[in-house]
């Protein structure tokens, strides 16, 4: 056997081996480190989104000339500018990963695709939403677009979309009420319509004084408003006063949604803690993703002077309610019975759950009607024959939370 210093050269063979085989490992180790800390750097994140956006601009653009029959006149020149004011004033907000995982996720099916930004004037963020729903319908559309053939698909297809304008006879009234009120023309209103209608509703309820975050701009499909704040989700676990503060603008919001605006109300059907967005250093709720919802034109209802006391029907882990009963009365109380439902209880019916609970003790001692004036709220109230039914109603009810609100901000 050769000998080597007293090492055998099958010794050494191995120890060589071996050890080159240890580096090979530690090569690949440092690499693997290496790509894992390139990915998480922000750089990369930043490099990878703006990469995704270049496809998204492409899909925009796809969107505006679809096999190379222009569309651009249904948005105007108008719309071009506003794109152009958006892409000069904002800058991507690097610190937030939402950005790229929104990306990733929304390249899966139909949900909502949501982007942060900052502002270059403000240094604010800003949110950017689009639908990719929207695109796939407008790639599905025949060309070229008129309004009477939008009309028809928006028809065709209003069964199952989201915003239900009713009663069905009062859909080309709100067209025509719309392209009086916006910068669009009717052709455009029925495209939006189909679409993503919450580029219509966004810029006149911000107007108008309705609870919902500050527009920055929109560029095609996609609205960029202000980013106003966390989620309710945030907020189960805050401070008494702090739930009271909210729990008081939610039956104020309710109320006005529910007046509406040039006699169209507008009940929201899907009032839950993501669509809600509460900003402490303002005192300030909000209301975001408003295109799920009923907006009845009350003036050609059947019952146009009558009143909906919607009754709260038992559903399993949801939010139950009739939509015959929405478009045959001049007004409903459904904001309020959902309003009261999401302080008072959870979807589940569970009292422990609300969100306004748990209610301190020392306030439901001095406060008994609380817990009397929201169980009324959720469930109705028997009508006696001294009483009328506006006296027992849903709106005095909540009329009467409002105030007794006001009154425990004293104990704070």
Request: one cysteine or more.
């Amino acid at each position: 056997m050769f000998m080597l210093d007293g090492l055998s050269f099958e010794t050494l063979y191995c120890f060589f081996f071996l050890n080159i085989n240890h580096l090979h490992i530690l090569s690949v180790g440092v690499m693997l480190y290496l790509i894992i800390r390139i990915l998480c750097s922000k750089k990369f994140q930043l490099l990878l989104i703006i990469l995704l956006n270049f496809r998204d601009m492409v899909n925009y653009m796809i969107s505006i000339q679809v096999d190379d029959l222009p569309i651009d006149h249904l948005f105007g020149k108008s719309v071009v500018r506003n794109c152009r004011y958006i892409l000069a004033n904002l800058d991507y907000d690097e610190s937030n990963t939402q950005n790229l995982i929104s990306h990733l996720v929304s390249r899966v099916g139909n949900h909502r695709k949501t982007q942060i930004f900052r502002s270059k004037i403000t240094g604010n963020k800003i949110i950017g939403k689009s639908y990719p729903k929207s695109y796939k319908i407008i790639r599905a559309l025949n060309f070229p677009l008129n309004r009477e053939y939008l009309r028809k698909e928006y028809l065709a297809q209003v069964v199952g979309s989201d915003l239900h304008i009713c009663p069905h006879g009062s859909i080309q009234q709100f067209v025509n009420f719309f392209t009086i009120h916006s910068d669009y023309n009717e052709t455009t209103v029925w495209l939006l319509m189909l679409t993503n209608p919450q580029l219509l509703l966004h810029p006149y309820l911000e107007h108008h004084g309705f609870p919902v975050p500050q527009l920055f701009g929109m560029c095609g499909l996609t609205i960029f408003q202000e980013h106003v704040g966390p989620t309710l989700q945030h907020f189960y676990k805050a401070n008494f006063e702090i739930k009271l503060r909210i729990a008081k603008q939610l039956l104020e919001s309710a109320l006005k949604f529910t007046n509406g605006f040039e006699g169209y109300r507008m009940y929201l059907t899907d009032l839950t803690a993501d669509n809600l967005i509460y900003n402490e250093e303002r005192d300030k709720l909000f209301f975001i993703d408003l295109n799920t919802a009923f907006i009845v034109d009350s003036k050609d209802t059947i019952h146009k002077d009558g009143i909906d006391q919607h009754e709260n029907i038992e559903c399993d882990d949801c939010f139950a309610f009739v939509p015959d009963r929405l478009c045959s009365y001049g007004i409903s109380d459904v904001n309020l019975l959902e309003s009261c439902l999401f302080l008072h209880e959870n979807l589940k019916r569970d009292r422990t759950g609300g969100f306004l609970k748990p209610i301190p003790a020392d306030i439901t001692a001095k406060y008994p009607n609380l817990e009397t004036l929201l169980d009324s709220c959720v469930n109705g109230v028997i009508k006696t024959e001294t009483e009328s039914v506006e006296e027992m109603s849903r709106f005095l009810t909540t009329l009467k939370l409002i105030e007794l609100f006001s009154d425990i901000f004293n104990e704070f």
